[in-house]
């Protein structure tokens, strides 16, 4: 193992010993535990799993309200009328005359004479 200054190699021993001989005296004040507590809950706050459980829970809570559930019910009523409206336009053909067309020899032939 090269050390890269000019002090001799300690091994885990001879550091071991030389940590329990000199402690540091460092003083915490009496909020330190408080203080790392509140930054990892601060940490833990702004993740994105966290951000987005906090919007879902929100929007369910706005939703188990009775306005906002019968607005957002009435919404999606009307816009699956609306959708399923959509799909029946009129002057088209249904699907079961397509393939009817598309397998009878004589409207075959009868399409193929149109201009």
């Not at 193992?1 to 000019?6: A, V």
């Not at 001989?21 to 833990?44: C, H, M, N, Y």
């Not at 939703?63 to 999606?76: D, E, G, N, Q």
């Amino acid at each position: 193992m090269k050390s890269f200054s000019n002090s001799p190699l300690m091994n885990d021993d001879q550091l071991h010993h030389l940590l329990r001989k000199t402690p540091a005296q460092i003083q915490l004040p009496d909020s330190f535990g408080r203080e790392v507590w509140s930054r990892i809950e601060a940490g833990e706050s702004m993740t994105v799993g966290a951000c987005l459980s906090r919007i879902a829970h929100s929007l369910f809570a706005l939703l188990a309200r009775p306005l906002p559930a019968t607005l957002t019910i009435t919404t999606f009523i009307a816009l699956g009328a609306l959708m399923g409206g959509l799909d029946h336009r009129k002057g088209t053909k249904t699907d079961e005359m397509q393939y009817v067309e598309s397998i009878h020899p004589l409207m075959q032939s009868m399409e193929d004479r149109m201009p």
